[in-house]
């Protein structure tokens, strides 16, 4: 965490609720002049212990608008939400629709993290007018430096083949060491990075 506070403020960070440290991480990274998103806890497939605060398929709406709004107060500030895991209920889309249905009342955005191939929460969004994105890459599913790298690479490749990507890593020491050795070299590479907010559709 600090060596990412430490990092260029264009980034931004998503951050999950229900933590010991998510409300005091946000409010640091507000004051450093980074931009927020609510990382939200969303149902998987493969069957984990559920995160506390969690979305799942066949909640009630109810349930559903209070989780975010009680998820919201552990990151004062935030402009948009992201799902954290949601194999299952990204691919529900009477699920998403419910949950999406208070991020546009709310004025956010909302990233698909695209943890399964068969989610349908941006189209979704799309079809709600919620400005939305998805991610390109993992840059760290592989949790070294070396493949790190290889990864922010690719993505970085990509941004010049289509005109932007977005990329999601995790706070895990070899990510924020790898980033603060490659984000300095981007703008003589001739790649802009930004916040998230400027990539929306």
Do not use: C, W
């Not at 559903?64 to 895991?85: D, F, Q, S």
């Not at 010049?160 to 990507?165: L, S």
């Amino acid at each position: 965490t600090e060596i990412i506070l430490g990092l260029d403020n264009r980034l931004t960070l998503a951050i999950l609720p229900n933590t010991p440290h998510g409300r005091t991480t946000s409010e640091r990274a507000a004051e450093a002049g980074f931009e927020l998103m609510l990382h939200m806890p969303m149902e998987n497939r493969i069957g984990e212990k559920p995160f506390p605060g969690q979305i799942e398929v066949g909640m009630p709406p109810e349930a559903i608008e209070a989780a975010l709004h009680a998820a919201l107060r552990y990151v004062p500030g935030a402009v948009g939400v992201n799902n954290h895991t949601g194999s299952r209920f990204t691919e529900d889309a009477e699920a998403m629709e419910t949950f999406l249905r208070p991020v546009r009342e709310l004025g956010l955005y909302f990233v698909d993290s695209r943890t399964t191939p068969n989610t349908v929460a941006y189209r979704k969004a799309r079809s709600l007018g919620i400005p939305s994105a998805r991610r390109h890459i993992f840059i760290d599913n592989e949790n070294n430096g070396a493949a790190i790298e290889q990864r922010f690479n690719e993505l970085t490749e990509l941004a010049r083949r289509q005109g932007y990507a977005i990329g999601i890593g995790h706070f895990r020491i070899a990510t924020a060491e790898t980033l603060a050795a490659l984000l300095p070299l981007l703008e003589e590479q001739g790649i802009e990075l930004t916040p998230v907010s400027e990539l929306m559709q």
